[in-house]
């Protein structure tokens, strides 16, 4: 089975501009999470859905936003990009929001210029 | 908020030898994870622990769950460089936000040959 999969691989942006993430899910997981990882540090959780619908949501702004789509595959949002904006942008699905387990893609490389 | 402190930082040591890793907080976890990340890639799942005191063996890796739920550590017996990553644990409250992942900042370990 194929895991979860995210596109672009790697993206670079100018300040001020907007950017779009997609995740698709491992087959038969319905929860989706994103993290951003800035380097040296661990992930830090932005959002996660469920059946299409927020469960929870991390200490982002709002120029953060993000959908999940009938096909539980999901996309991520952010606006107004600033520099601090860049980091690898990470996605994970699980079964379920509470499973114990979620199983992380490749992520994004998101370079603010 | 819940955090996370993972010692040491970073970690480098020649192949054969032995190590421990540690992730603390003044918290209870309602489960705690390890995972291991390379540059560039997503984290990968190690192990799942639950139950205070437990203790869960993956080949060469030894992984503990303090008795109070409240600490964590991974083993490594006689290592070697294709351990080489980014050891980074991951924990659930054992209250409301059950859904979403805390991470530590993670133990990056080189083993040299």
């Known amino acids: 089975d194929a895991g979860v999969t995210q596109s672009p691989t790697h993206l670079i942006k100018t300040r001020g501009q907007h950017v779009t993430l997609r995740c698709s899910p491992i087959s038969g997981h319905k929860s989706v999470s994103w993290y951003q990882q800035v380097l040296g540090q661990g992930p830090q959780f932005i959002f996660q859905?469920?059946?299409?619908?927020?469960?929870g949501r991390g200490n982002f702004p709002d120029r953060f936003s993000a959908r999940q789509f009938p096909n539980y595959s999901s996309e991520l949002n952010v606006n107004a990009l600033l520099l601090g904006d860049s980091a690898l942008y990470l996605c994970?699905?699980?079964?379920?929001?509470?499973?114990?387990?979620?199983?992380f893609g490749p992520g994004t490389r998101l370079t603010v210029t | 908020t819940q955090l996370l402190e993972q010692s040491p930082q970073f970690l480098s040591i020649q192949e054969g030898e032995n190590l421990t890793v540690y992730c603390n907080s003044s918290?209870?976890?309602?489960?705690l994870q390890w995972y291991r990340q390379e540059p560039g890639e997503g984290p990968v799942l190690l192990v799942t622990v639950v139950t205070g005191g437990e203790v869960k063996k993956l080949k060469r890796l030894t992984f503990q769950f303090g008795d109070a739920r409240k600490d964590s550590s991974l083993h490594i017996t006689a290592a070697q460089p294709g351990d080489t990553g980014l050891y980074l644990c991951?924990?659930?409250?054992?209250?409301?936000?059950?859904?979403?992942?805390?991470f530590g900042k993670g133990t990056l370990l080189t083993v040299n040959p």
């Open positions: 918290s209870v976890f309602s489960s």
């Open positions: 859905y469920y059946e299409k619908e927020e469960r």
């Open positions: 991951a924990a659930r409250n054992s209250g409301g936000s059950n859904y979403k992942l805390t």
């Open positions: 994970a699905s699980s079964i379920t929001p509470t499973t114990y387990e979620q199983y």
